[in-house]
């Protein structure tokens, strides 16, 4: 079975920071994906970011990017030029590829996020 | 707008009671992958459906069923409520996206 492991229950920067959450996991698969999503207030999940293992070049969306660490086990999402709207929950997830995804997201505990003006 | 609906958005129900909540999965999507988001469990897959057949069962209850009809949407039937499932349940289509509905906040009082 995978874990998933947050071990930031909350953090609180200023806005314009940078920012960076932590995400460690475990697993004996070796192709599988890693995902960061996003909750806001609305409870709404959103997509932030994906990784595909098998990629060595680090996943970017516009001012969200990760450091995949594979041999380690890491999966960290660092948030450049934070922004109010940033704050929310954030959890880590992973899915193996093995069986077309059949057993779907394993989740982290999450981090709230919290961006101060 | 991920294109998955999901109904009911609020849900109160009495202990012991049974509920069916719907998801109707983006156009094209075969799955259905059915969370529970709870604060005591945080946010666990319960099951999968793929184009009418249960693919995977994670944590689910056995009050707990779901099905997938010929037109891809989902139901999950929770039965003999207690007030540990209150919870938000989400479903969400596509393996490497997985676009999630809005949820239904289920109130179990």
């Known amino acids: 079975a995978q874990t998933v492991t947050q071990s930031q229950p909350e953090m609180s920067v200023q806005e314009a920071e940078t920012v960076t959450l932590s995400c460690t996991y475990d697993?004996?698969?070796?192709?599988?994906?890693l995902f960061w999503y996003k909750q806001p207030p609305s409870r709404q999940m959103i997509l932030v970011i994906r990784?595909?293992?098998?990629?060595?070049q680090n996943a970017t969306e516009n001012r969200f990017s990760v450091n995949f660490q594979k041999a380690a086990k890491s999966f960290s999402l660092k948030i450049s030029d934070s922004q109010l709207g940033d704050t929310a929950m954030y959890f880590c997830?992973?899915?193996?590829?093995?069986?077309?995804?059949?057993?779907?997201?394993?989740f982290g505990k999450g981090t709230h996020l919290i961006i101060q003006p | 707008d991920s294109g998955v609906t999901q109904t009911p958005k609020h849900l109160i129900t009495a202990t012991g009671q049974r509920v069916t909540l719907r998801c109707s999965p983006r156009?094209?999507?075969?799955?259905v992958y059915w969370y529970q988001q709870s604060l005591d469990q945080g946010l666990q897959f319960l099951i999968h459906?793929?184009?009418?057949?249960?693919?995977a069962k994670g944590n689910i209850l056995e009050r707990f069923s779901a099905q997938q009809f010929p037109d891809l949407h989902s139901e999950l039937n929770l039965s003999s409520l207690e007030l540990g499932d209150s919870a938000l349940y989400f479903c969400?289509?596509?393996?490497?996206?997985?676009?999630f509905g809005q949820g239904t906040r289920l109130t179990v009082v």
């Open positions: 990784q595909e293992a098998y990629k060595q």
């Open positions: 969400a289509s596509s393996v490497t996206e997985a676009f």
């Open positions: 459906y793929y184009n009418g057949e249960e693919r």
């Open positions: 697993t004996s698969e070796n192709n599988y994906y």
């Open positions: 997830a992973f899915m193996k590829q093995s069986g077309g995804g059949a057993d779907g997201l394993t």
């Open positions: 156009s094209g999507d075969l799955s």
